[in-house]
């Protein structure tokens, strides 16, 4: 695996040069029953495609960005900051 | 003031940088400036080396937070100071007058330094450093954040041939070593 | 030594004579010859045996394509004989035979082995019994394999430069394609970068008399500022980035477009005997003539299916070889063939060679015309000979074009996978591309160059038209392609063994035996039998066994289809993957005083520490009885600043900040949203803004980035700056620790003015400081943190201070020691990934009664109502037996239902005391536990508190 990703503050990077943080979860706004505090904590979508996930860039300047990329062929189609998503308001995890 | 703790200002100790064993053994002649233990000179230094470095971990580092107005990407020379933009309300300030920049967080000592200069400079970074440095990529004063020899660093171009590395202050040995050896191998010498 | 006069073009300086050995004897060279063009100058024609039969195998491609010149050179095995130049004094050994090359007692393997040794039959006939496999194993490893690493080369040390490239344009090939390419896109001003595989860059044009050309190419290429790696070979395409070998320098190139002029590979015919010393590629041929002045034999015979090898008639004609006889598998032979005819050569049109007869070389060729498919031996013609040039066609070097996402398809008309579709930033040129002839070679690599940079914007309007006219002179080119015949998949079948696979020494007849087994698909078929999976990575067998496998199958060749292209596309080192050791090892600034101290450093997480100074218990005593002092710089330190830094707090942490008085520390727990427990610290309140957060050491850079996760999408008004780097720390701890402390400071440290998890700034040593009064080993202590760069200053200070009073440095061990009297947790070491703070005994630090959400609030209500099945607890055993770490704790049953985490014997309490996780109805004072530890049983007791001052009152006093 040696893909680029696009840090929103510093530019294209080797892909060794971030964290991966996992794909997007939205963390439970109101009180969870068990059944979904333990789908939040324990299940993933895992999906062949384009997915939504959390990066950050470890050995840069340390900020957490969202990528979404093609997790069957590493192609990273969109990286931006939580707050700055296209076509969401915010509220990215 | 409740962060002097993290300001290198002791009275009657030495500050000494973590490359000062390595400095040592290469040749290095120290004395003590402005309360840093630094090499003067290094014996059998070669003025027209390829490549040379040097230990500039006593530099002060300031991390401002705020907005800012600077390109990113670039930094921007006021007052003997480097001002390096990491995000757009994070500042780095290298060098210059600890007091000009107001509420900052002394970072001097948690990031070491390194110079390294000579028309090889590059090829040397080439060893270690996956960052593109090539003038279109890096113009002069541009400023990277980004991974140097497996670790997290800061690289500037501070000029044509000249360039200033920060790295973790834990690091020191380990990143003497490895740029000793990646530059020793292209003509390189350490210089004071 | 046969040399044949000065040759255009020939790379050896016949004024220059270079000295080697082979097998200890002296061989005489010229500079510029390589070690195989030397050895068959000499007269030799065996250069290897082969990987399983031990059959004599000579030189084949001359290009380091094929595995049969493979010698070991100065001990290091896998050498390409015909690429590697002689240097004066190096000794080079033959692989796989014993004694010598030309006895070989493992040949015998080849006269019973053909019905004996069918693919997979070590699989089938060494699996029982098993017992013996280990002696099955030493005998096959010796039989087979490419040569044996020596120990003194296992000992060398093996250094590898890994350079970093980046480039506009990277181009993999250096003959007239690929050079034209890179001073296309140089000469429009792109970054480019071309590896070529050879010493010289040049391909194909260096033998075929334009070498003047090919130089002149290189040359422009220099000027326009083209970096030129030169016996470099490309290793595979990782996502973009380009793994270049040469020498002892791995270059990674980062390139934005790749142009692939990776050629063409001549492949050989499958026939009876065509591995036999003697059987030559027609380009191979050609090389020892034009490059080396070796002439290849005295009398040719070729077998061709299209021009290729009737050029390689001319030019050994040329060089004096007499040439018996073509057979060009076409029907109407090319032009050529009327010139070979007039110079007596005769030719058979539509024939092709079905044996090659001769026990240690090629003695006479055996021809037949060819029909369906397969040769008919009806009218077969022979020939005495001792070589026959084989042009069994070509096959498109796409192997790096796969990798970095082409398709092939199956081109009928040529016979092989051509080339079908490229992804963006990835161009082909010349004759990987399908170019045909020379003038279409040169222009399709001009204009993949031009598109190269016009791609990366480069260029103008009326470069773009250039391109454009260039693209239009391509295609009539393109069209002038001579015809040519497909090889049968074998002919001459039942004559002998046919070779599919040289590497793996696979015959037709494996092939056809594995698809009987039921491996009809070419990749099991791979699997199987191994074919493809040698040094020559397929170069010279894919084809033809994918071209058996559609005999055998019924399928056609597009059915079949190729195995997956994988790196390694060249055969590399070893150390040359594993490259420079970079192990990025942290050391605390006063490092250098632990080595004077004598101290063992061990590694923790990524720091090197002292983990003791030769004397753990006695370390330990000393921090009881006067003071001790450790090294703690490694401990992570946050700091969380702004307006909303205590709520921030509030949200990760189960138990409460905001509510902490400045100048005040808490012990704090973090937890995921699972509950469970992460990592664990004190923090203690600066300001009203400002809080200092020290973590593990090993969790520092987790806890960093699982704070700024969680405030990159809070957005709260906070600041996180780590500070771990930038501060050294020690802990003066002990019973003289406060005396120590006020010849040091002004600070008045008297219990009242400075109690129990205050923390105060003050200058100690001269040195400005953060002092925690904590107590992690259970004797008064002052946790002092301060700029980094005066570790050593400071650290000498406090010894110095110290000394009248018996101070004494301590390490990790006697810590750890103290620590578990006081049953302080380890995170990770105590607990894992599934321990809560109600397992780990610590209830207390959850603050379920707190107003606002905070990360594992839901969890850890569930985890308060509904108790684990085990509970961390404190243990103590008769003195002497220390269990292991991780021994089992067994429940009534005798079922292992829990585990030792820590277990240290104490000096200082006269027996052995631990921590373990224990079914949780025995967390209780005084309970009875069953630890099995490897053979023995112990019995311990049940402590749930302290076992050193359970109250806390020496840490308070």
């Known amino acids: 695996m040696s893909f680029l990703l696009t840090c929103p503050y510093c530019g294209t990077r080797e892909v060794t040069d971030f964290a991966f943080g996992g794909e997007v979860n939205r963390r439970p706004r109101e009180r969870p029953s068990l059944r979904e505090l333990g789908a939040y904590n324990y299940f993933r979508r895992n999906v062949a495609g384009v997915q939504r996930e959390w990066w950050y860039h470890r050995s840069g300047c340390r900020a957490w960005f969202i990528a979404d990329r093609d997790t069957r062929t590493n192609d990273v189609l969109m990286t931006a900051l939580p707050g700055e998503l296209p076509g969401d308001a915010g509220g990215a995890a | 003031m409740t962060l002097e703790f993290l300001r290198p200002d002791a009275q009657g100790a030495v500050a000494r940088s973590p490359m000062e064993r390595q400095a040592l053994a ?129 690289v500037l171009r501070e000029d044509e041939d000249r360039f200033l ?15 000793a050896d990646a530059a020793e191998r292209l003509g390189g010498v350490p210089h004071a | 030594m046969s040399r044949l006069p000065a040759q255009p073009g020939q790379r050896i300086d016949r004024t220059q004579t270079v000295r080697f050995t082979f097998d200890g004897r002296t061989v005489d060279a010229l500079e510029g010859d390589t070690i195989a063009s030397a050895l068959y100058a000499g007269g030799r024609r065996t250069f290897s045996r082969s990987f399983k039969y031990h059959r004599r195998r000579g030189l084949l491609c001359c290009a380091g394509q094929c595995p049969n010149c493979l010698v070991a050179v100065d001990g290091a095995p896998g050498v390409r004989a015909c690429t590697e130049p002689v240097r004066e004094g190096m000794a080079v050994e033959h692989l796989n035979a014993s004694p010598s090359l030309d006895r070989d007692v493992m040949a015998v393997t080849d006269a019973v082995g053909g019905p004996f040794m069918p693919p997979g039959f070590y699989y089938k006939t060494f699996i029982r019994p098993r ?27 093996w250094r590898t430069e890994y350079r970093r490239r980046h480039a506009d344009v990277l181009v993999v090939g250096g003959g007239l394609a690929g050079l034209n390419a890179a001073v296309a896109a140089a000469e429009l001003g792109a970054d480019v970068v071309l590896a070529d595989d050879g010493p010289e860059p040049g391909g194909r044009a260096l033998v075929d008399g334009r070498h003047d050309h090919a130089r002149a190419l290189v040359e422009r290429a220099r000027q326009a500022g083209v970096e030129i790696l030169s016996s470099a070979s490309a290793l595979g395409v990782f996502d973009g980035l380009a793994a270049v070998w040469q020498g002892q320098t791995l270059h990674q190139v980062r390139a934005r477009r790749h142009v692939f002029a990776t050629g063409v590979i001549e492949q050989p015919l499958v026939f009876a005997g065509n591995d036999l010393p003697g059987v030559m590629l027609s380009d191979g041929a050609r090389r020892l003539v034009a490059l080396y002045g070796v002439r290849p034999g005295a009398r040719a015979v070729v077998a061709t299916t299209s021009d290729r090898g009737l050029e390689s008639a001319l030019a050994l004609r040329d060089a004096g070889v007499e040439v018996a006889a073509v057979a060009d598998l076409r029907a109407t ?12 050569t005769e030719i058979l049109a539509g024939w092709t060679v079905v044996e090659a007869e001769g026990r240690s070389e090629v003695r006479a060729a055996v021809l037949a015309p060819v029909g369906n498919g397969s040769a008919r031996a009806a009218s077969q013609r022979r020939f005495e000979c001792d070589l026959i040039v084989v042009s069994g066609g070509v096959t498109p070097a796409t192997s790096l074009l796969a990798q970095a996402g082409a398709r092939t398809a199956y081109d009928p008309a040529r016979g092989h996978f051509a080339l079908a579709e490229l992804p963006e930033g990835v161009l082909a040129a010349g004759d990987v591309a399908g170019a045909g002839g020379l003038e279409a070679i040169e222009l399709s690599g001009q204009i993949a160059g031009g598109d190269a940079a016009h791609g990366l914007g480069l260029g103008d309007a009326a470069s773009r038209t250039q391109v454009q006219a260039l693209r239009e002179r391509l295609r009539p080119a393109s069209a002038r392609r001579a015809p040519e015949a497909v ?33 009809d698909s070419i990749e099991l078929s791979k699997r199987y039998t191994t074919v493809t999976m040698g040094p020559c990575q397929g170069r010279m067998c894919q084809l033809p066994a994918v071209r058996l496998m559609a005999r055998e199958t019924g399928q056609d060749l597009q059915q079949v289809g190729t195995t997956t292209a994988r790196p390694p596309w060249s055969a590399v080192p070893l150390g040359a993957l594993a490259g420079r050791p970079f192990e990025p090892a942290k050391r605390s600034s006063i490092h250098p005083r632990h080595r004077d101290l004598g101290a063992r450093v061990l590694w923790a997480g990524d720091w090197r520490r002292a983990y003791d100074y030769g004397d753990p218990q006695g370390e330990a005593l000393a921090v009881h009885e006067a003071a001790g002092l450790i090294d703690v710089s490694t401990l992570g330190k946050l700091l969380v600043a702004g307006p909303e830094a205590g709520a921030f707090l509030d949200r990760l942490y189960p138990n409460r900040f905001s509510n902490l008085q400045p100048g005040r520390i808490r012990y704090g727990v973090l937890t995921s949203d699972a509950g469970r427990i992460m990592d664990d610290g004190t923090i203690c309140r600066l300001d009203d803004e400002t809080f200092y957060v020290t973590t593990t050491s090993s969790g520092a850079g987790a806890v960093e980035q699982w704070f700024s996760w969680w405030l990159a999408d809070w957005r709260m008004d906070v600041r996180l700056t780590d500070v771990t780097q930038g501060l050294a720390a020690v802990n003066l701890a002990g019973p003289r620790a406060r005396e120590i402390m006020r010849a040091l400071t002004d600070l008045d440290c008297s219990s009242e003015a400075f109690a129990y998890l205050d923390g105060k700034r003050a200058r100690v040593a001269g040195v400005p400081s953060l002092i925690l009064r904590i107590g992690f080993v259970g004797e008064v202590g002052y946790e002092i943190h301060f700029p980094t760069a005066y570790g050593q200053d400071v650290w000498d200070a406090i010894l110095e201070a110290g000394a009248p009073h018996g101070i004494r440095p301590f390490g990790l061990e006697p810590q750890r020691i103290l620590r578990l009297q006081k049953q302080h947790i380890l995170v990770g070491q105590d607990t894992d990934s599934e321990s809560t703070p109600y397992g780990a005994a610590m209830p207390w630090i959850v603050k379920l009664d707190k107003d606002e959400d905070f990360i594992g609030k839901w969890a850890l209500e569930h985890a308060s109502e509904h108790p684990g099945e085990t509970a961390l607890v404190g243990f103590t055993l008769a003195d002497g037996d220390v269990p292991t770490e991780g021994a089992a704790i067994l429940d009534e049953r005798g079922a292992p239902a829990g585990q030792v985490t820590s277990a240290r014997h104490s000096r200082q309490l006269g027996r052995v005391i631990g921590m373990a996780w224990v079914p949780a109805a025995l967390a209780a004072d005084g309970a009875s536990i069953t630890i099995s530890d490897d053979r023995r049983t112990l019995r311990a007791a049940v402590v749930t508190k302290p076992f050193y001052d359970p109250d806390g009152e020496v840490l308070r006093s």
Not at chain 2, 51 to 79: I, M
Not at chain 2, 96 to 122: S, W
Request: glycine share 10%.
């Open chain 2, 26 to 154: 290469a040749g290095a002649r120290m004395a003590v400036r402005d309360g840093w233990n630094v090499a003067v000179a290094y014996a059998g230094e070669t003025p027209d080396a390829p490549v040379t470095w040097t230990d500039s971990s006593h530099l002060t580092k300031l991390e401002v937070h705020g907005r800012h107005d600077l390109t990113p990407g670039l930094a921007s020379r006021t007052n003997g100071a480097w001002w390096c933009p990491i995000t757009p309300d994070r500042t780095l300030v290298i060098g210059g007058a600890r007091d000009a920049v107001e509420d900052h967080v002394d970072v001097t000592t948690a990031f070491a330094a390194l110079t390294i200069a000579g028309p090889q400079a590059r090829e040397v970074f080439a060893r270690f450093c996956a960052l593109d440095l090539r003038p279109q990529a890096t113009p002069v004063h541009g400023f990277r954040p980004g991974s140097v020899a497996r670790t997290p660093g800061f």
């Open chain 2, 165 to 179: 590395m920060l790295f973790g202050w834990a690091l020191g040995e380990y990143m003497w070593t490895v740029v």
């Open chain 3, 131 to 157: 017992r013996l496999w280990p002696l099955y194993e030493k005998v096959l490893r010796r039989a087979a394999g490419l040569g044996r690493l020596r120990a003194e080369q296992a000992d060398r040390e």
């Open chain 3, 333 to 344: 032979p090319g032009t050529a063939a009327a010139t070979l005819q007039r110079g007596g």
């Open chain 3, 487 to 519: 090889a049968p998949a074998v002919a001459g079948y039942e004559r002998g063994k046919c070779f599919a696979c040289l590497c793996e020494d696979v015959t037709a007849k494996d092939i056809h035996l594995s698809v009987e087994e039921g491996y």
